[in-house]
């Protein structure tokens, strides 16, 4: 029998399927819980760990002295109780009960001046920015570095047969916010080929045959790009990187390309709105060979049927 699991942006890969746990959607830490933890005295107690999100209590005697240095993540404090300075990046402020904070990786930040007992819910973002894309600024004239402001996004099918793997399949993608103007492009024939992310190409990596939308796809790597054509409507396009390369376009040039596997996409309206775009490879348990390609942005939901064809072992 054919085992699949499907590991979904930055999920671990374990040995074998059959030892993959699957994180709740939701997790609770009653305060009743976890009235033995705050009792001791420990400066940090870990309360969520997410592949996205961690969650944790920081908390300082007044005169006590911080020692923290720098993170590389994201992260916002929320003071639960307590009064100190707080210096950030070179500024300083008064923190109190009630006040909200946001440290950007790797600014140097620290509390200090502690007049009340310091006790400060601290989120962090486990996304960890890249550099070397564009950013908001002057147009490039030269080869130049901007920092990478896109968050970026991950999709993938691992096809497990037996012990080994059957093939993979793996979408990578930039996640721009959803603007009003990117509902006239779904909504109205163009003519017109439109980037599908942000900055950097999207790609779509396989080394198994697929049927995407009815449309055969061999295995290799492709650039995805979307247009909206009279008569076909929304359609998926994948692109020959070597070609792509060859006139050394940009994907925010993807208007210049031509060619490419056509695939018809579905549009619907989304249950669950999408703040950024976001995409998902999804596997149909009663045909395991079946699945879809979901995307999601803003309140439109693009549907297409996914088949893999793994070479049989």
Not at 111 to 131: C, G, K, Q
Not at 174 to 198: D, M
Not at 249 to 277: C, F, H, N, W
Request: glycine share 8%; proline share 5%; net charge positive.
């Amino acid at each position: 029998m054919r085992l699949l699991t499907i590991a979904v942006v930055a999920a671990t890969l374990l040995p074998h399927p059959a030892s993959a746990q699957v994180q709740p959607s939701s997790e609770w830490r009653i305060g009743a819980d976890l009235a033995a933890k705050l009792k001791k005295d420990a400066a940090w107690i870990a309360l969520i760990d997410r592949s996205t999100l961690s969650v944790g209590r920081y908390r300082l005697k007044a005169n006590a002295k911080d020692n923290q240095r720098p993170h590389d993540l994201d992260e916002i404090y929320y003071v639960v109780a307590g009064k100190a300075q707080f210096t950030a990046a070179g500024e300083t402020r008064a923190l109190k009960q009630g006040d909200v904070v946001f440290v950007a990786a790797r600014a140097k930040h620290h509390f200090h001046d502690i007049e009340e007992d310091l006790d400060v819910l601290v989120l962090f973002s486990t996304a960890v920015a890249t550099t070397g894309g564009m950013a908001a600024g002057p147009k490039p004239t030269k080869q130049t570095p901007y920092a990478e402001n896109s968050a970026r996004g991950a999709t993938r099918i691992f096809y497990w047969f037996g012990p080994d793997s059957a093939g993979q399949v793996a979408i990578h993608y930039g996640r721009p916010r959803w603007q009003a103007q990117y509902g006239q492009f779904l909504g109205k024939p163009s003519n017109k080929r439109w980037r599908l992310g942000e900055n950097f190409w999207t790609t779509l990596d396989t080394n198994m045959e697929l049927t995407v939308g009815g449309v055969k796809v061999p295995t290799g790597q492709y650039h995805m790009v979307l247009q909206n054509v009279p008569k076909r409507g929304l359609e998926l396009v994948l692109l020959d990187p070597a070609l792509v390369r060859k006139q050394r376009l940009d994907a925010y040039e993807a208007s210049k390309t031509s060619g490419g596997l056509r695939i018809p996409l579905s549009m619907q309206v989304a249950k669950v709105r999408a703040g950024r775009l976001a995409m998902e490879l999804t596997v149909d348990r009663k045909q395991r060979d079946r699945g879809e390609l979901a995307i999601t942005f803003g309140s439109h939901l693009l549907r297409a049927e996914v088949q893999m064809h793994p070479d049989d072992k």
